[in-house]
């Protein structure tokens, strides 16, 4: 679905990626990662055609998105994160901006919409933050494009709201979409994203399923640290501890764990899954 080889960018002076390289298939969820200022938004602006980069260094489906072609722009989303909410009923944007995107339901937009309890009536501007956030996710769903782009679309949302993000989001993927999520919030989108990316200015530090994770990673709770492991993170309670996996068990994966211990261990996490 999304090819990204050698990406180098910079605005200005300030380089924000230097050599990445990320292949992205269909039919998963992945969770993007990354310290603030890496360049998680950057990438997805890339990847959905608002900012430009050499021809061959980032592609999806074979296009190159800066390129803008309608064969394009018809099966790809971004959600940012910040909106500027227009003055313009909620119902009458996604009936407008519809016609853009061939697969694009209507009713399944007011399905989306009833289950996120946002009135489709109002305007946008007259809405709250997360209403607005709901109302752009319901419509984004609502286009059946083949890539949906979210940039933390969990920012703004209260919890039963929260909870079901995860289950519309998840019931969007299909055999031949692709779903990108960047997130602070992985505690929001755990049991839904899947493979996780960690991003990093240099490159990819991660970009691995979470079955694999728990095969090369082992994650445990105890009342005292464990010396031998790559990290440890202090909790109510006792410590958070992963380590390498060097028997047959699995353990569920922490994904707030495991991305500090691969900011803390990028050598060693480079030698347990191989570079990228």
Do not use: W
């Not at 083949?146 to 993000?165: A, F, R, T, V």
């Not at 530090?205 to 990673?217: A, C, D, V």
């Amino acid at each position: 679905m999304v090819l990204i080889q050698n990406l180098k960018f910079s605005y200005g002076k300030q380089a924000v990626f230097n050599n990445v390289n990320l292949q992205l298939e269909s039919g998963k969820i992945y969770g993007l990662l990354g310290q603030n200022g890496v360049g998680k938004t950057t990438l997805l602006k890339i990847i959905s055609g608002f900012l430009k980069v050499g021809k061959d260094e980032c592609t999806v489906k074979g296009y190159s998105p800066f390129e803008r072609s309608p064969l394009f722009l018809e099966n790809v989303i971004f959600v940012p994160e910040d909106f500027i909410a227009p003055d313009t009923i909620v119902n009458d944007y996604a009936k407008f901006r519809g016609e853009f995107y061939p697969k694009y339901d209507s009713n399944k937009f007011g399905r989306l919409m009833n289950d996120f309890e946002v009135n489709g009536n109002y305007k946008f501007n007259k809405l709250s933050y997360g209403q607005q956030k709901k109302a752009l996710i319901a419509f984004a769903l609502s286009t059946n494009t083949n890539l949906i782009l979210l940039d933390e679309p969990s920012n703004g949302l209260d919890i039963p709201s929260k909870s079901q993000l995860r289950k519309v989001v998840s019931e969007a993927s299909t055999d031949d979409s692709c779903i990108i999520i960047s997130t602070h919030q992985v505690r929001d989108l755990e049991n839904l994203i899947d493979p996780i990316i960690i991003l990093d200015k240099n490159g990819v530090l991660l970009n691995e399923s979470i079955e694999r994770i728990s095969q090369k990673l082992l994650f445990s709770f105890a009342s005292i640290p464990d010396n031998s492991a790559l990290y440890n993170e202090s909790t109510p309670g006792g410590y958070i501890s992963v380590r390498k996996n060097e028997s047959d068990m699995e353990t569920r994966v922490n994904i707030e764990a495991l991305f500090n211990t691969t900011l803390k261990n990028r050598t060693k996490i480079s030698e347990l899954f191989g570079k990228y």
